[in-house]
T-cell receptor
């Protein structure tokens, strides 16, 4: 079946503008995660959704970052008033949910460049 | 929170030789340790994982070992091939959802 998809694949924006990044998880996956990967770095956890609720938002770097998920499916990560340090690849992942489903299936990522 | 350190940051091996990547973690409550492979320009993919009740797991040329006392785990790739060239990430998880990743190891297999 179809894997996790993300859009856009690349986004160039000017400093101060708002951006929206979209994630479509695997159909039926109840858990969804956002990560940020800066150049040469590991993956930094941002937020976790179980269904439409976000029990863990502890990784969001500032109040300029927010995310929502609707219908237990699509999620949008919004960055307001973008800064140059926001430039990174933003990865989304999903899992079926439940105690036995640990493997996270990643999307291809959105490369965000703030000029 | 959990802190995962990964070494080395880069690793170059001759084709056919073995590659070993080591990770340490800080929280003794961590109970799940996956390894992800990320080829250039592609998404991370799980290659092997281990739970805290197991000391070693093997899948063909790949094996992972876990030492809970020392809080470290390692990835072993034997008989390396050019297609093993990629960035490898270790991770640790306390809860069943939140992964803390190492910074990654860039493995280059020389033909």
């Amino acid at each position: 079946g179809a894997g996790v998809s993300q859009s856009p694949s690349n986004k160039v924006t000017e400093k101060g503008k708002d951006v929206e990044l979209r994630c479509d998880p695997i159909s039926g996956h109840t858990a969804l995660y956002w990560y940020r990967q800066s150049l040469g770095q590991g993956l930094e956890f941002l937020i976790y959704f179980q269904g439409n609720s976000a029990p863990d938002k502890s990784g969001l770097p500032s109040d300029r970052f927010s995310a929502e998920r609707t219908g237990g499916s699509v999620s949008t990560l919004t960055i307001q008033r973008t800064q140059q340090e926001d430039s990174a690849v933003y990865l989304c992942a999903s899992t079926p949910g439940g105690q036995s489903s640990y493997e996270q299936y990643f999307g291809p990522g959105t490369r965000l460049t703030v000029t | 929170g959990e802190n995962v350190e990964q070494h080395p940051s880069t690793l170059s091996v001759q084709e056919g030789d073995s590659a070993v990547i080591k990770c340490t973690y800080s929280d003794s409550a961590s109970n799940y340790f996956p390894w992800y492979k990320q080829e250039l320009g592609k998404r991370p993919q799980l290659i092997i994982d281990i739970r805290s009740n197991v000391g070693e797991k093997k899948d063909q040329r790949i094996a992972v070992t876990l030492n809970k006392t020392a809080k470290h785990f390692s990835l072993h790739i034997t008989e390396t091939q050019p297609e093993d060239s990629a960035v490898y990430f270790c991770a640790a998880s306390i809860q069943d959802y939140k992964l803390s990743f190492g910074a990654g190891t860039t493995v280059t297999v020389r033909a």
